[in-house]
């Protein structure tokens, strides 16, 4: 079964250091989306991405975050400036048409900065 | 996003059904019922997801009320495997992101 793939699983960095998450989504699909969980809380989303644009942005995603498509097949998450609570899991996802038949996450990488 | 409201926990015998329920009473008519399901340590996953009808597929049933106002997500026989958090989403037929709750948390036990 195709599967959303994600690296780093797990990421270490320095306070106000920049971060880039990587996800290589199922191949056919044509909507993307990153979302994260701080343990023990609720999966938050940030950003979905279709046609090479965000179409969607919560208010988690400031400009401290940006995405990326930048081979047709990659698609990553840029945080410029880590703070101390943007560690937590990130999740990647994609769909096929909108998600109207389910999203595919990844197995997330999990960001602690220190 | 109409709201959904699903119990915090829930506890099965292994090798039982597990019924679990949400209720939506503010959904609309375009709003898709869609449930995920998130096991330790990984992303949610996908369950199932209806409009009206009861649907099935490998994974569970899902049935909903002729009102649409509540559903109900069936594990026709609970595994160890699926002990995770069930969400409940409700998704307007649109490019909207799902947005999860806080889920239920499904425990089994041998």
């Known amino acids: 079964e195709p599967e959303v793939t994600q690296t780093p699983s797990h990421q270490v960095t320095q306070m106000g250091q920049e971060v880039i998450l990587r996800c290589v989504p199922i191949?056919?699909?044509?909507?993307f989306y990153w979302y994260r969980q701080i343990l023990g809380q609720k999966v938050e989303f940030l950003v979905s991405f279709y046609n090479n644009e965000i179409s969607e942005k919560s208010e988690i995603f400031d400009d401290q975050f940006s995405v990326e498509r930048p081979d047709g097949s990659n698609f990553t998450l840029k945080i410029r400036s880590t703070k101390l609570e943007d560690s937590a899991m990130y999740f990647c996802a994609s769909s096929l048409q909108g998600g109207l038949y389910g999203y595919t996450f990844g197995s997330g990488t999990r960001l602690t900065v220190v | 996003d109409a709201k959904t409201t699903q119990p915090n926990s829930m506890e099965s015998n292994e090798e039982e059904p597990v019924h679990l329920p949400c209720n939506h009473s503010t959904i609309s008519g375009t709003d898709y019922i869609h449930w995920y399901r998130q096991l330790p340590s990984q992303g949610p996953e996908y369950v199932i997801h209806?409009?009206?009808s009861n649907v099935n597929n490998r994974m569970a049933s899902l049935a909903i009320a002729e009102d649409r106002k509540s559903s109900t997500l069936i594990l026709h026989r609970a595994t160890l495997r699926d002990a995770a958090v069930y969400y409940c989403i409700l998704r307007y037929s649109g490019n909207t992101p799902l947005v999860f709750g806080k889920g239920t948390r499904l425990s089994v036990i041998a």
């Open positions: 191949s056919n699909h044509l909507y």
């Open positions: 209806g409009l009206t």
